[in-house]
């Protein structure tokens, strides 16, 4: 299983983040600019939050209220769920499904060590499926060569058939 620190060494530990006093305009502007949908609120090095754009959508958007007024430390999420390196991707999926957030700051200690978000898991995750995919592939056309004498210029739509016939066969018979 993939880890929260396998993740991160793949895309990198960058952490965009803002000021308590940042005005949420400015906030949203650098998110605009870096392509990104939550920036950590961080004084100093110590983290104090994250405004994500559903911070913004349903606390100033929904409110009427000014983001070029409003502070982000006013509507950020204060009390914040985070991960640590060695955490696996399935860990992050399950939280951030439980809790209804996209966004995971990994944390080690004090340490701010970077941030996953829900597209970074599931990015990992099909990349991983796809491995277990085409080890399995090798593995079945392996057994097919092997042990029913599948031919080596036969494709692996034809492996998937036999495959088939064999599964039916084993109902058939009941095996």
Known sequence: MRTVSDTLNTKGHDVWSVAPDTTVLAALQLMAEK????????????????????????????????SAATLVSEIMTGKVAYVGPHNTLEECMALMTKKHFRHLPVMEGNRLLGLISIGDVVKA???????????????????????????????????????LDIRYWILDVGC
Do not use: P
Not at 36 to 60: N, P, T
Not at 128 to 133: H, P, S, V, W, Y
């Open 125 to 163: 995750i099909i990349s991983n499926q796809e491995i277990e995919i085409k080890q399995l592939e090798s593995y079945i056309t392996g057994l097919l060569h092997g042990v029913w004498g599948w031919g080596r210029g036969d494709s692996m739509l034809d492996a998937r058939c036999w495959m």
């Open 35 to 66: 392509n990104i949908g939550a920036v950590m609120v961080l004084v100093g090095k110590e983290l104090q939050g994250i405004f994500s754009e559903r911070d913004y959508a349903r606390k100033i958007i929904l409110k009427g209220k000014s």
